[in-house]
Nanobody, 126 residues
């Protein structure tokens, strides 16, 4: 059964850092683009970042540019989102999602992702 599981969320003070993980089971990630999304209370879900199946293409929403770094380790079937200089506005549930693209060099945050994890809560508060 194809499954994505996020982890690494938690409570952090403003200016702090977290690294989220998205672990896949039931399928091999290397033919999938992976996106990270978030949804804050009372707001619509928004795309945060994506990484291509090849790992060579990455995109970031303006909200995370210069602060977030997405990476993948296909040997571990895991994608990471390193978040630095966190702000209270980053508080949200963070989800990862997979799109079967085949081997591709690019990704798009607003593509249709087929498989979703359950999310991990990130709270930025003093």
């Amino acid at each position: 059964q194809l499954q994505l599981v996020e982890s690494g969320g938690g409570l952090v003070q403003p200016g702090g850092s977290l690294r989220l993980s998205c672990a896949a089971s039931g399928f091999a990630l290397h033919y999938y683009a992976i996106g990270w999304f978030r949804q804050a209370p009372g707001k619509e879900r928004e795309g945060v970042s994506c990484i291509s199946s090849s790992g060579g293409g990455m995109n970031y929403a303006d909200s995370g540019k210069g602060r977030f770094i997405i990476s993948r380790d296909n040997a571990k079937n895991t994608v990471y989102l390193e978040m630095n200089s966190l702000q209270t506005e980053d508080t949200a549930i963070y989800y990862c999602a997979a799109e079967p693209t085949g081997f591709r060099a690019m990704c798009a945050i607003n593509d249709d992702y087929d498989y979703w994890g359950q999310g991990t809560q990130v709270t930025v508060s003093s």
